[in-house]
């Protein structure tokens, strides 16, 4: 199975549906990890590879020999979470703010890759930073589909969902980073942690996935302690980042250039800038939001969706400052 270019140091794990390698590459000389396996989803890694996500091991290769997926990734000497027990709380709310940034990073892919089995043998950590790895099982999110057709995951980790109960999306690596981050904080998978991080752990671990965070995003923010993230501040790549801020001004410099000095009876310009302010407003808050409407697969019904929400907004916006202005020009 190993190409003639390398060579095979050692055999790290075997398994009747797969088999991890540390190969050297004879050309440069380089240790690479090599992954074969039975049932893994080519196009995950195929993404994973385009994607260049930080906080996982670069993708190599992917290639398809005698029936089995074969992946070259970045080898990485670390310790692994389950290594390091125990840790304070202020390092585990770290360790998990950088996976959640991960997770989202992932969770915003199209389509999204779902991870699906998070757990400390599955996260090395060094120097402070935190690499998932270990995407064997991983999986791109199908809205259409209404259950996993394989049952897999670690036990204890692994979401509901995925023991055949629902389809597992975002929410249920959400469900395996509040396991984790119980285990980090209590050294046990199961019962109840205490302290601060008590209820948002509780809120992470929900049977039902509705009723958990909807994303890693506002699950780093309820670790962090705010009630609020502001849209784009928190965005997981720079073009995001960018393309919010730039939303923003683009909001504000509208808003300043509209002249409601001849369509106002009492030329309330004021009322009439925080009104126009704030329907923009919303719709910025529902485009950095969009979770929800990424669920739908059709590109199309996410365009259709968006464009009906925001004229929706657009329309009760400018309904709520006819009212204002009616009220307000009523004598008293």
């Given at each position: 199975?190993?190409?003639?270019l390398?060579?095979t140091?050692?055999?790290?794990k075997e398994?009747?549906?797969?088999k991890?390698?540390?190969?050297?590459?004879?050309?440069?000389?380089?240790?690479?990890?090599?992954?074969?396996?039975?049932?893994g989803?080519?196009?995950v890694?195929?993404?994973?590879?385009?994607?260049?996500?930080?906080g996982?091991?670069?993708?190599?290769?992917?290639?398809?020999?005698?029936?089995?997926?074969?992946?070259l990734?970045?080898?990485?000497?670390?310790p692994?979470?389950?290594?390091l027990?125990?840790?304070?709380?202020?390092?585990?709310?770290?360790?998990?703010?950088?996976?959640?940034?991960?997770?989202?990073?992932?969770?915003?892919?199209?389509?999204?890759?779902?991870?699906?089995?998070?757990?400390?043998?599955?996260i090395?950590y060094?120097?402070?930073?935190?690499?998932?790895?270990?995407?064997?099982?991983?999986?791109?999110?199908?809205?259409?589909?209404?259950?996993?057709?394989?049952?897999?995951?670690?036990?204890?980790?692994?979401?509901?969902?995925?023991?055949?109960?629902?389809?597992?999306?975002?929410?249920s690596?959400?469900?395996?980073?509040g396991?984790l981050?119980?285990m980090?904080l209590?050294?046990?998978?199961?019962?109840?942690?205490n302290?601060?991080?008590?209820?948002?752990?509780?809120k992470?671990?929900?049977?039902?996935?509705?009723?958990?965070?909807?994303?890693?995003?506002?699950?780093?923010?309820?670790?962090?302690?705010?009630?609020?993230?502001?849209?784009?501040?928190?965005?997981?790549?720079?073009?995001?980042?960018?393309?919010?801020?730039?939303?923003?001004?683009?909001n504000?410099?509208m808003?300043?250039?509209?002249?409601?000095?001849?369509?106002?009876?009492?030329?309330?310009?004021?009322?009439?800038?925080?009104?126009?302010?704030?329907v923009?407003?919303?719709?910025e808050?529902?485009?950095?939001?969009?979770?929800?409407?990424?669920?739908?697969?059709?590109k199309?019904v996410?365009?259709?969706?968006?464009?009906?929400?925001y004229?929706?907004?657009?329309?009760?916006?400018?309904?709520?400052?006819?009212?204002l202005?009616?009220a307000l020009s009523?004598?008293f």
């Amino acid at each position: 199975m190993i190409p003639p270019l390398f060579q095979t140091i050692r055999v790290l794990k075997e398994t009747p549906s797969k088999k991890i390698s540390l190969v050297l590459r004879k050309r440069d000389q380089t240790l690479w990890i090599q992954r074969e396996l039975e049932h893994g989803d080519f196009f995950v890694f195929e993404s994973l590879k385009k994607s260049q996500i930080s906080g996982i091991p670069a993708i190599e290769q992917v290639t398809i020999q005698e029936g089995r997926l074969v992946v070259l990734e970045e080898y990485i000497q670390a310790p692994t979470l389950d290594t390091l027990y125990p840790v304070s709380e202020r390092q585990a709310a770290d360790i998990l703010c950088q996976l959640c940034d991960i997770l989202d990073a992932l969770h915003h892919l199209d389509p999204p890759i779902i991870h699906r089995d998070i757990k400390p043998e599955n996260i090395f950590y060094r120097a402070g930073k935190v690499i998932l790895f270990d995407f064997d099982i991983a999986r791109q999110y199908d809205p259409q589909k209404h259950r996993d057709t394989t049952l897999l995951g670690s036990a204890g980790y692994a979401s509901p969902e995925q023991f055949g109960f629902d389809q597992s999306g975002p929410q249920s690596d959400i469900y395996s980073c509040g396991k984790l981050f119980l285990m980090l904080l209590t050294g046990k998978i199961e019962g109840k942690a205490n302290g601060k991080y008590a209820s948002v752990i509780e809120k992470a671990i929900q049977l039902d996935p509705h009723h958990r965070y909807e994303t890693a995003r506002q699950f780093k923010a309820a670790i962090q302690g705010k009630q609020f993230v502001i849209p784009g501040w928190n965005n997981a790549t720079t073009k995001g980042k960018v393309l919010s801020w730039v939303g923003y001004i683009l909001n504000l410099l509208m808003v300043i250039s509209i002249d409601t000095s001849h369509n106002t009876s009492l030329h309330f310009d004021f009322l009439y800038l925080v009104g126009c302010s704030s329907v923009f407003g919303w719709l910025e808050l529902l485009y950095c939001n969009r979770q929800r409407l990424l669920r739908y697969s059709s590109k199309g019904v996410r365009i259709l969706a968006f464009l009906g929400i925001y004229f929706a907004l657009l329309i009760a916006g400018i309904t709520i400052l006819m009212i204002l202005d009616y009220a307000l020009s009523i004598p008293f």
